[in-house]
């Protein structure tokens, strides 16, 4: 039970952590938006190919990126290399979300997610690879 409430205080300061850590210029952030979702900025060079899409089951947004990322393990963010140069972040979803906006800038690429209908969900996260 103690070790139990401990290690949820310490999941939770992680988080914490890397939401300040956004603030603070790290590579990789997570925020929710005031609308429900979540927006996930990485950092990448400006022409870096990357990939993004959702998985269902549990519902997860998942970003590869052609880019060198520190190795996250986080309870809602995950990210590590691949292979071949490529890094894979992944962020839990709080529940059925579609991808909003994509976009590369500056440096980084920034997702935002919106809730959506579970129809919608699973529409598009049958398009994942």
Known sequence: MV???LWRQ???GLSLICCAAAAAGQ????SQTGAGGLRVQVEAPADA???IFVIHAPPKLVLDVRAHLPDIRQPDLRAGRLFDGW??????L???QVIARAA???GRI??????????AFRAAAALAP
């Open 87 to 92: 890094s894979r972040v992944v962020a839990d």
């Open 110 to 119: 920034a997702v935002t997610t919106r809730p959506a209908t579970e129809a």
């Open 10 to 12: 310490i999941a939770a």
């Open 49 to 51: 190919p990357r990939r």
């Open 94 to 96: 709080p529940g059925p």
């Open 3 to 5: 070790f139990t409430l």
């Open 27 to 30: 590579p990789i952030s997570v």
């Open 104 to 106: 590369q800038a500056d």
